[in-house]
């Protein structure tokens, strides 16, 4: 079984930065898709960074494009530096992974994902 453990969540003024983390443990996991998704209150979860492992590539939602990155280390942690916060950022952060490389009309979609964290809340204040 894997699990995925977030960390780094908290409340933060509007221009400010967060780094959350994503821990990846029990069995042999390879993660070679690990992304980030959040959902806000009253809404859809949505795609905020994917990283796959095998070529290195990164992709954004268009509104955390410039602010945020995704980055991972070799035992599968993965982080998201979000930098120049906003308070539409607000919401929990999710850690989600594959075990194969997602294509990209894949890695956009949470469903495609087979392991997610339990989440870390994120609020920003104006």
């Known amino acids: 079984q894997v699990q995925l453990v977030e960390s780094g969540g908290g409340l933060v003024q509007a221009g400010g930065s967060l780094r959350l983390s994503c821990a990846a443990s029990?069995?042999?996991?390879?993660?070679?898709?690990m992304a980030w998704f959040r959902q806000a209150p009253g809404k859809e979860r949505e795609f905020v960074a994917a990283?796959?492992?095998?070529?290195?590539?990164r992709y954004y939602s268009d509104s955390v494009k410039g602010r945020f990155t995704i980055s991972r280390d070799n035992d599968n942690s993965v982080y998201l530096q979000m930098n120049r916060l906003k308070p539409e950022d607000t919401a929990i952060y999710y850690c989600?992974?594959?075990?194969?490389?997602?294509?990209?009309?894949?890695?956009?979609?949470?469903?495609?994902?087979?392991?997610w964290g339990q989440g870390t809340q994120v609020t920003v204040s104006s």
């Open positions: 989600a992974g594959h075990t194969n490389r997602l294509i990209l009309s894949s890695l956009r979609v949470g469903e495609y994902y087979d392991y």
């Open positions: 029990g069995r042999t996991f390879s993660g070679q898709t």
């Open positions: 990283l796959r492992r095998s070529d290195g590539n």
